[in-house]
């Protein structure tokens, strides 16, 4: 009898020896902020870098802009007549050329998108100091969280979905619209379960702000870029690639 009052004391010794491991280890993992947001999280707002970022912006705005009129335009027309029968000939055998390009690249660098996320200041609140990641296809996304228990860093992956107009494979989404589907989410270095994130997530789309949405329809939730405008030939998606630091989206002209 004493025999087996002692082993189970000693069982029970180790589940509680072994569940304040465990707890100690999440504890630590939650506390351990990820590699890519420590790496960040001490960025300053330098004035030159800033200054350099809002000035590609403008540019890459202003470049859309143009190409975006150019391609609403008419096509070049043929000339109505020519003096050469040789040259009516090339020209009628040529189709009406295009005022643009019928796609249109847009380069965005995590530097310049961080270095303005840093130079928006200090966040009142729970969350602050947002940071992202564009790595191995992926975009991450960390945020500092104030809790009671200290500052936590809360992130998620996330990774782009096939459109249906460019090199679509699987479920591809609407042509009009970039997606990013959360593959990972975490508190510190703590994996935290999706599946059970999503069952608390209502079904619906919802709006973040102007056309970015969240939509939690599907078995994971996304991020929902829409590119048209109701009623306005809009330019929309052809691809979204994430390179080693660097975001490429290419737009093709509206048909």
């Not at 465990?22 to 004035?47: H, K, M, N, Q």
């Not at 228990?149 to 009009?176: D, K, M, T």
Request: with cysteine; charged share 20%; aromatic share 6%.
């Amino acid at each position: 009898m004493k025999r087996l009052v002692l082993r189970l004391l000693l069982a029970g010794f180790v589940c509680f020896g072994l569940v304040l491991f465990c707890i100690g280890t999440a504890v630590t993992l939650a506390l351990w902020s990820p590699s890519f947001y420590s790496e960040r999280a001490s960025l300053s707002a330098d004035p030159a870098a800033v200054q350099a970022a809002e000035q590609h912006f403008e540019q890459l705005r202003d470049d859309y802009l143009r190409w975006r009129a150019a391609s609403l335009q008419p096509a070049r027309e043929k000339p109505a007549k020519a003096n050469n029968d040789v040259i009516a000939a090339l020209f009628a055998a040529q189709p009406a050329q295009p005022n643009h390009s019928p796609t249109h690249t847009i380069r965005v660098t995590e530097d310049e998108i961080n270095t303005l996320l840093v130079s928006d200041g200090p966040h009142a609140g729970q969350v602050s100091a947002p940071r992202i990641r564009l790595v191995d296809g992926r975009v991450l996304v960390g945020v500092a969280l104030a809790t009671p228990f200290g500052e936590l860093v809360v992130s998620a992956g996330f990774a782009p979905q096939p459109i249906a107009n460019g090199a679509a494979a699987g479920n591809p989404a609407p042509n009009n619209e970039l997606r990013l589907q959360i593959d990972n989410a975490r508190i510190g270095r703590l994996p935290l379960p999706l599946s059970a994130l999503t069952s608390l997530l209502p079904k619906e789309k919802s709006r973040l702000q102007g056309n970015l949405f969240l939509d939690t329809t599907g078995e994971l939730p996304e991020l929902a870029l829409r590119m048209d405008k109701p009623g306005q030939p809009t330019p929309l998606p052809h691809s979204l690639e994430i390179a080693d630091g660097e975001l490429i989206v290419k737009l093709t002209a509206p048909q």
